[in-house]
T-cell receptor, first 115, second 111 residues
Framework: SAVISQKPSRDICQRGTSLTIQCQVDSQVTMMFWYRQQPGQSLTLIATANQGSEATYESGFVIDKFPISRPNLTFSTLTVSNMSPEDSSIYLCSVVIRGHTGELFFGEGSRLTVL | GQNIDQPTEMTATEGAIVQINCTYQ??????LFWYQQHAGEAPTFLSYNVLDGLEEKGRFSSFLSRSKGYSYLLLKELQMKDSASYLCAVRPTGTASKLTFGTGTRLQVTL
C-alpha cells in the first residue's frame, strides 16, 4: 500500500474564502485523483491531477472553482475557491500505485465546513 | 454514462453471513471494486473483479457476472467491526483507472 498524507485534516472556513488542500504520497504513483464526498453521500470524482499540466475535470467541475496543481509525481494540491456552504464536504486525494491492479488508495480526507 | 445501484442499508447479526448486491450499467467495463468505509475514515480497498466468478479473500468474497451487470460482496462470520459502509465502484473502459462509485450500503452488525 502507500502512505497518503493530506492536510489540513479539517477546517472551518468563511463564505467567500479559498482553501488549499495538499496531498503527499510516499510511493511510486501512476495516477492521482481528487474526489468529493458530501455528507451522507458516496464519492464523486472532481478531476484527474496531471503531472506538469492542467488537470482533467469531470462534468460539473471547473478549473476556476477547483484549481489543481501537480508539480511532481507524488504531490498535488486542490484549492476550493470562493467557498459557499454547499462546498462543505470531505475532499479525498486518491492514487493508483505502480505495481498494483489499478485499485485506488485514499488519503484520510480533508473535512471542510463552510459557514 | 454509468449507473450503479446498491441497497442503502442492511442489518445482520454477529457471526452470520451477509451478501451486499451491486448492479451496474456502464459504457464499457474494465473492472469492479469493493471498498469498505468506516464512519469518518477514508475508504479502504477490499476486492477487485474483472472476470466472471468468485474472488475469495479471507472472510470476504466478491462475485462478478459481466453479462448480468451484477456483483455481490459476501461477508462471512460477521464481526462488530464490520459495521461500515461498503462501496461498489466500476472502472469503465478507456478511463485510465477512474472509478465511478455507487452510493454505498451501510451495514450494521448487531449482537
Amino acid at each position: 500500500s502507500a502512505v497518503i498524507s493530506q492536510k489540513p485534516s479539517r477546517d472551518i472556513c468563511q463564505r467567500g474564502t479559498s482553501l488549499t488542500i495538499q496531498c503527499q504520497v510516499d510511493s511510486q504513483v501512476t495516477m492521482m485523483f481528487w474526489y468529493r464526498q458530501q455528507p451522507g453521500q458516496s464519492l464523486t470524482l472532481i478531476a484527474t491531477a496531471n503531472q506538469g499540466s492542467e488537470a482533467t475535470y469531470e462534468s460539473g467541475f471547473v478549473i476556476d472553482k477547483f484549481p489543481i496543481s501537480r508539480p511532481n509525481l507524488t504531490f498535488s494540491t486542490l484549492t476550493v475557491s470562493n467557498m459557499s456552504p454547499e462546498d462543505s464536504s470531505i475532499y479525498l486525494c486518491s492514487v493508483v500505485i505502480r505495481g498494483h491492479t489499478g485499485e485506488l488508495f485514499f488519503g484520510e480526507g480533508s473535512r471542510l465546513t463552510v459557514l | 454514462g454509468q449507473n450503479i445501484d446498491q441497497p442503502t442499508e442492511m442489518t445482520a447479526t454477529e457471526g452470520a453471513i451477509v451478501q451486499i448486491n451491486c448492479t451496474y450499467q456502464t459504457s464499457g467495463f474494465n473492472g469492479l471494486f469493493w471498498y469498505q468505509q468506516h464512519a469518518g475514515e477514508a475508504p479502504t480497498f477490499l476486492s477487485y473483479n474483472v472476470l466472471d466468478g468468485l474472488e475469495e479473500k479471507g472472510r470476504f468474497s466478491s462475485f462478478l457476472s459481466r453479462s448480468k451487470g451484477y456483483s455481490y460482496l459476501l461477508l462471512k462470520e460477521l464481526q462488530m467491526k464490520d459495521s461500515a459502509s461498503y462501496l461498489c465502484a466500476v472502472r469503465p473502459t478507456g478511463t485510465a483507472s477512474k472509478l465511478t462509485f455507487g452510493t454505498g450500503t451501510r451495514l450494521q452488525v448487531t449482537l
